[in-house]
């Protein structure tokens, strides 16, 4: 198999990234979707955009924080 494969691999078995992703990615997704689309929970206005735009930026925010967590993360040392 392929390093890097091999690598993402291994980084998908451990809880510690997975803990990193979710410390760091999870409340700045959150802190996004209380600035972006705030307003638009606030004054009632949800639609599917709003509902989408709130669900996707903790998803692409701890993706982020996964693939930084991953790098980080040093060769066999799995939890």
């Given at each position: 198999?392929?390093?890097t494969v091999s690598s993402f691999c291994d980084a998908l078995r451990?809880?510690?990234v997975w803990s990193r992703t979710l410390r760091i990615g999870l409340p700045v997704g959150l802190v996004q979707v209380c600035i972006n689309q705030g307003d638009a929970w606030l004054a009632c206005a949800v639609t599917i955009g709003v509902v989408a735009k709130s669900l996707?930026?903790?998803v692409v925010?701890?993706?982020i924080a996964f693939s930084a967590a991953a790098g980080a993360r040093r060769p066999g040392s799995s939890a």
């Amino acid at each position: 198999m392929n390093r890097t494969v091999s690598s993402f691999c291994d980084a998908l078995r451990d809880s510690v990234v997975w803990s990193r992703t979710l410390r760091i990615g999870l409340p700045v997704g959150l802190v996004q979707v209380c600035i972006n689309q705030g307003d638009a929970w606030l004054a009632c206005a949800v639609t599917i955009g709003v509902v989408a735009k709130s669900l996707l930026s903790p998803v692409v925010s701890c993706a982020i924080a996964f693939s930084a967590a991953a790098g980080a993360r040093r060769p066999g040392s799995s939890a």
